[in-house]
């Protein structure tokens, strides 16, 4: 037992440092990634609240339309770590080609579904004052939809090559951009027409462009000091563009499937009173910004696991999942630990309603208990992609999410009268049946890649 415990701490600092080296950038570029959707609510929250309501609204629409196109492109996290881990770097680049071939496609085809519920908007069953207000909004963020999808092709390659700083780097100075372009375009400084809501739209596409131009200029600098020439990985290969739908769709559905569940639950809060869902919205925001942590390490899994695999090195494979999952438990812990120990301080940074603290008070101490389970299952999820399995993910949202979860917070909410509470512990109860399945699924494939290693060591 002692020799069993002394070979795991020996995996873990093997492992610890370079898992750490990925994570830490991308964790705080997903943290970037919150903050521009914080920036524009807080410029238009000085317009009016029919402009914070396009924002939101606005927002909430175009992620939900976005989603599907970036969850595509995931598949690229396992192509383009595979091949470096095998040493086949051009195979890395041809994979960097079919994801922007593939963006461009996403792209136009996305930004035409968002331009038409631009103009639907009350079909949604938004009120006519912010439906006016959320149109140009929509129509003008609608041009980040190409920019942004060529960008998420990009930073997965970058990511998958090592290149973690310069996506970082890419978005805190995007955010500077964002910043400047909303205090120009929202309020009309410089001459600039004073346009508000829709002035925020055009600074996130700005942003955005912006963001797609610095790293394809990373690249190609990267690329011409290596001796690289990238115009000889441009030709089009169906083989290679099937294996990214295979590995992208089961993604795309799994993001649309945790992203529709939370969407979902928020209208559902929106039926109870303005207590509850100022509560609801504001726990949620507090456990959304603990979870870009996970999330950025699920990536980092997803490319450390995905070199191993290229390399074929079972070992190291399940070394760096576990490793993921342990930094996950660890981070998560630490956040159960805030949200039961200051509840209030963090509820009180977003309001001073008494009755809206007192509930969002109750409503952190659940995201306590999930918040560990909620690390778990998006890591697992990383892990996964890196080992190239992207089904067990979204099967196991489809189940853990829509099957159990959401149908029993709707019943505790609405039929036994625990109101927002009830619907939270149903969400809880969805998360850790993702987590669960998904720590099962990996607890398999990491035996299995053990029992290949040894089978080879003995060949």
């Not at 925020?200 to 700005?206: D, E, F, I, L, R």
Request: hydrophobic fraction near 60%.
């Amino acid at each position: 037992m002692n020799g069993a415990w002394q070979r795991v701490r020996a995996g873990l600092r093997a492992e610890l440092a370079p898992m750490f080296r990925v994570a830490w950038p991308v964790a705080t570029s997903e943290l970037g990634w919150m903050a521009m959707g914080l920036v524009d609510t807080m410029m238009v929250g000085r317009v009016s609240a029919e402009a914070i309501g396009a924002v939101s609204i606005g927002a909430n629409v175009f992620f939900t339309v976005a989603i599907l196109g970036m969850g595509m492109l995931l598949g690229l996290d396992y192509l383009v770590a595979h091949a470096v881990g095998a040493n086949r770097h051009p195979d890395a680049r041809r994979a960097l080609a079919h994801g922007m071939y593939l963006s461009l496609a996403l792209g136009v085809l996305l930004t035409t579904v968002v331009l038409v519920l631009a103009d639907r908007l009350a079909l949604l069953g938004v009120q006519p004052a912010i439906a006016r207000a959320t149109a140009p909004y929509l129509r003008a963020k609608a041009w980040s939809m190409l920019p942004l999808l060529l960008y998420t092709s990009v930073r997965r390659y970058l990511q998958a090559v090592g290149a973690v700083r310069a996506v970082m780097i890419a978005l805190i100075s995007a955010n500077l951009v964002n910043l400047a372009v909303n205090w120009i375009l929202v309020f009309g400084h410089f001459g600039a027409p004073a346009l508000g809501a829709e002035g925020s739209g055009w600074a996130t596409t700005s942003a955005r462009v912006y963001l797609l131009l610095f790293v394809v200029a990373y690249v190609a600098r990267h690329e011409r000091r290596s001796g690289v020439s990238l115009a000889l990985y441009w030709a089009f290969d169906t083989t290679r563009m099937r294996t990214l739908l295979r590995l992208g769709v089961p993604a795309a559905l799994q993001m649309l499937l945790e992203v529709g569940v939370f969407a979902m639950a928020t209208l559902l809060a929106g039926r109870l009173s303005a207590v509850q869902l100022a509560a609801h919205q504001i726990a949620l925001s507090a456990a959304a910004f603990a979870f870009m942590v996970p999330l950025g390490i699920s990536s980092a899994a997803a490319v450390r696991v995905g070199y191993a695999m290229g390399r074929i090195d079972g070992a190291g494979a399940a070394r760096a999942g576990w490793t993921a999952l342990f930094l996950a438990v660890a981070f998560m812990s630490c956040s159960a630990i805030t949200f039961v120990a200051v509840p209030r301080a963090i509820i009180r940074v977003f309001t001073t309603d008494a009755v809206v603290i007192e509930t969002g008070t109750a409503l952190l101490g659940i995201a306590a208990i999930f918040a560990l389970f909620d690390g778990l299952q998006v890591v697992a999820t990383g892990v996964l992609r890196g080992a190239g399995d992207t089904r067990s993910p979204m099967l196991a949202s489809l189940v853990g999410y829509w099957i159990i979860g959401l149908p029993l917070g709707y019943a505790m909410c609405f039929r036994h009268g625990f109101g927002v509470v009830g619907l939270w512990i149903g969400l809880s109860a969805g998360l850790i049946t993702v987590a669960i399945a998904l720590m099962a699924v990996w607890s398999v494939r990491s035996r299995e890649l053990l029992r290949e290693r040894r089978i080879v060591a003995a060949a």
